[in-house]
């Protein structure tokens, strides 16, 4: 079967894109499968400056999933452009930059960095990150904050599709949605890590140095899930989904709430070829559950 | 289609060694051998994650490669927790799935002094190192443990190059340890030994302050909390001579003692 699709004008061989902090900066997984099988990559976030991120422990395995308090830590764009960037096939694998940055401003100037960058794809705009104290998930809890630095980056994007990426800690998810629509954002992710904390009884201390960290991995599929099937319906945008994802049949319930495509992050440290062996699932398991074509199936769920 | 250098494979064994006790498994695994081309040297580790294992449990564990031939890979592992609690029921037939060789190596000069020190755990890459090296002669392993010696694959080390042990069995033994890990750093340093060394942080740091204050060439192997093995997460950073994070996974897991700050 065809599972091709479009997103937001970006024309995908398949609907299975890597999550930004889970596949580094695509190279790293070279020696586990064709890169170019999957339908793109989303690079770790990536801020104007380096960042050395925050200190350890930064990571700690829970039921089902785990916390990171990385810190956004990132070599800053310019080395991605110089280095990273050229290694990777972008003529036929689309990269997507993911975007980290503490005021509208700076995601403006971030984003007119990227601009002009023809291994670029899109720009995904992390206005939700748990992990750092300066802007972070403040941002992403506030509409109007949301509004704002989608048009700041869209007003410096030229032609690349903006994709905004929401946070799950909210009350009503369908307002930020509104908001990235409402600032022109030509897409939306969702969703990034929820809050989330771990405490060693034996030492009576945080699991992780930062205390709170971003709980991710199947443990918080259900979460995603509900938050893509409210998004979907409450905006004309389209919406790319994940949380949790390990298997195809995962991403199969994404796409029928209506994600027209998907991320899988935590599922790559399951074992680094998961991201391949999914991509190349999904056209059996779509076949096995009659789906007559992938645009029929997205978001063909009976409510 | 690229190399996939993550496959399951089957076990061949998994026994703990010696008189260890339940709850403090010193335990040998052997794996058929991946196929590795170009092959493995010894300092790099595994990723392993039991077909099994339900996805309660997410990450791979990283292990040192202790030896492989063609007749399989050995690792060495000590019950510790959830993770590997659950890697000593693994019976012979049952699939794992690993991926490696991971990150970098081990010296191995020609014409110079060696210096393995182990502590604990620490003992699993040097099986490899010995084995592999053109010049046993040139070895001299220092092992400082807690269970008993046969707990370990030791005897074998012990036919092959110089060793010497010491059991820590009561807080009041650490300060000897220190005492003669410091030494011998000095005494390997004045040579112009090569000094290589694997265990516990506590045990790191000894040798790593010892190791600057002497001047000697020290390659320390580090241990940090993993989640992809692959440099990808960055959960398994460390900070190097500049004071900057870098992955323990794929920049080392072996650094130069003075390309390394191991200050909290
Ligand atoms: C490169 C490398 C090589 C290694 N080689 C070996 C080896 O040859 N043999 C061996 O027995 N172990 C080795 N380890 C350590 C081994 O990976 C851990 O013991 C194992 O992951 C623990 O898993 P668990 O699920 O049982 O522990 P968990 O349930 O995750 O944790 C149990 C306890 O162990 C502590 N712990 C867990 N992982 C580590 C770690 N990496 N370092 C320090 N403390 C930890 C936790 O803080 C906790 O207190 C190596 C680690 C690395 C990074
Ligand atoms: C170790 C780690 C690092 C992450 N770094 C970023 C990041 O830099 N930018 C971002 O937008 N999201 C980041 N995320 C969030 C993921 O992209 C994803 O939204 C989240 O993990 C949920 O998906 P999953 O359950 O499939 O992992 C990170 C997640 C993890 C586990
Ligand atoms: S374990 Fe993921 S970067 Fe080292």
Redesign the pocket.
């Known amino acids: 079967m065809d599972v091709s699709v479009d997103f937001a004008g970006l024309k995908l061989k398949n609907p299975i894109l890597t999550a930004s902090g889970t596949f580094g900066f695509g190279l790293e997984f070279k020696r586990y499968g064709d890169l170019e099988s999957l339908g793109g990559i989303v690079v770790k976030g990536l801020s104007l400056k380096p960042r050395e991120g925050n200190p350890m422990p930064r990571i700690a395995?829970t039921p089902c999933g785990m916390l990171n308090a990385i810190g956004i830590q990132n070599p800053g764009v310019e080395e991605f452009i110089n280095k990273k960037l050229p290694k990777l096939p972008w003529k036929t694998l689309p990269v997507l930059a993911n975007l980290y940055a503490t005021d509208a401003e700076e995601f403006g100037e971030l984003a007119g960095v990227l601009a002009g960058e023809e291994g670029v794809a899109a720009l995904e705009v992390n206005v939700s990150c748990p992990n750092v104290k300066e802007g972070g998930i403040a941002f992403g809890q506030d509409p109007k904050q949301i509004t704002k630095v989608a048009e700041a980056v869209k007003k410096n994007a030229g032609n690349k599709p903006v994709i905004i990426k929401l946070s799950p800690n909210v009350t009503d998810i369908t307002v930020c949605a509104k908001a990235a629509e409402d600032g022109g954002a030509d897409a939306l992710s969702l969703i990034n890590t929820l809050s989330g904390m771990a405490v060693?009884i034996e030492r009576r201390t945080p699991r992780l140095a930062n205390v709170i960290g971003g709980l991710s991995g199947p443990a918080v599929k259900p979460v995603a899930l509900r938050c893509v099937y409210q998004a979907v319906n409450a905006v004309k945008i389209p919406v790319m989904g994940l949380g949790g994802i390990s298997s195809a049949e995962d991403v199969a319930e994404f796409l029928l709430v209506g994600a027209t495509a998907v991320q899988i992050g935590t599922a790559n440290f399951i074992s680094p070829d998961t991201a391949f062996k999914i991509a190349e699932e999904l056209p059996k398991v779509l076949e096995r559950v009659k789906a007559e074509s992938i645009d029929e199936f997205i978001g063909s769920l009976k409510v | 289609m690229s190399a996939n250098n993550c496959r399951a494979v089957k076990v061949i064994s998994n026994k703990p060694l010696g008189l260890s006790s339940p709850g403090e498994e010193i335990v040998e695994l052997k794996l058929e051998y991946p196929d590795w081309k170009p092959g493995w040297r010894a300092g790099q580790?595994v990723m392993i994650r039991p077909v099994s294992w339900p996805l309660d449990l997410i990450w791979g564990?990283?292990?040192?490669i202790?030896n492989a031939d063609e007749t399989g890979l050995t690792?060495?592992?000590?019950?510790?927790?959830?993770?590997?609690?659950r890697l000593l029921e693994l019976k012979e037939g049952d699939e794992v799935n690993i991926w490696g060789p991971l990150?970098n190596f081990f010296s191995k000069p020609q014409n110079r002094p060696v210096l393995m020190l182990a502590g604990g755990?620490g003992l699993?890459?040097f099986c490899g190192y010995v084995d592999t090296h053109p010049q046993p002669e040139n070895l001299k392993l220092f092992f400082a443990h807690r269970p008993p010696l046969e707990n370990y694959p030791y005897k074998g080390l012990a036919g092959k190059v110089d060793v010497e042990d010491i059991r820590e069995t009561k807080p009041e033994d650490i300060p000897a340890i220190i005492a003669r890990v410091e030494e011998l750093v000095k005494e390997y340093a004045d040579n112009d030994g090569l000094i290589v060394a694997c265990g516990p942080?506590p045990f790191l740091k000894t040798i790593w302050n010892a190791a600057n204050k002497y001047g000697a060439d020290a390659e320390l192997?580090?241990?940090?909390?993993?989640a992809c093995g692959v440099g990808a997460c960055l959960g398994?950073v460390c900070k190097d001579g500049d004071d900057h994070h870098t992955q323990?996974c794929t920049t080392g897991?072996i650094f130069k003692a003075n390309n390394l700050s191991l200050e909290d």
């Open positions: 395995e060693d | 580790f564990r990283p292990f040192s202790c690792i060495l592992f000590q019950v510790v927790g959830r993770g590997t609690a990150g755990m699993a890459p942080h192997s580090l241990e940090n909390r993993m398994c323990v897991p």
